[in-house]
């Protein structure tokens, strides 16, 4: 199973990034799947999963936010954060259930 994130990057509050994760050799469709973030010197906190119906969940940091959503046909997860913040700076990782994890991307969110 392989996850790759993509779409972190440097950008100023107030704006808005893409995350994208594309999952290889899993029943992808089959699972729920998410995306989690930790920052410098915390622990590794949930952002959003989305369930295989495509029912989704936030931490209540990021409602209203951002927004998760899936392609079971391309295997593919996508988060799109607005109004970003310096507080969200941190890597973000997608995963499969907490089994499967992506390699993380970074997203940096300056004052």
């Known amino acids: 199973v392989q996850l790759q994130a993509s779409g972190g990057g440097l950008v100023q509050a107030g704006g808005s990034l893409r995350l994208s994760c594309a999952a290889s050799g899993t029943t992808f469709g089959l699972n729920a799947v998410g995306w989690y973030r930790q920052a410098p010197g915390k622990q590794r906190e949930v952002v959003a999963r989305?369930?295989?119906?495509?029912?989704?969940n936030y931490a209540d940091a990021v409602k209203g936010r951002f927004t998760i959503s899936r392609d079971n046909a391309k295997n593919t997860l996508s988060l799109h954060m607005n109004s970003l913040k310096p507080e969200d700076t941190a890597v973000y990782y997608c995963?499969?259930?907490?089994?499967?994890w992506g390699q993380g991307t970074l997203v940096t969110v300056s004052s």
């Open positions: 995963a499969i259930g907490i089994v499967y």
């Open positions: 989305i369930s295989s119906d495509r029912t989704p």
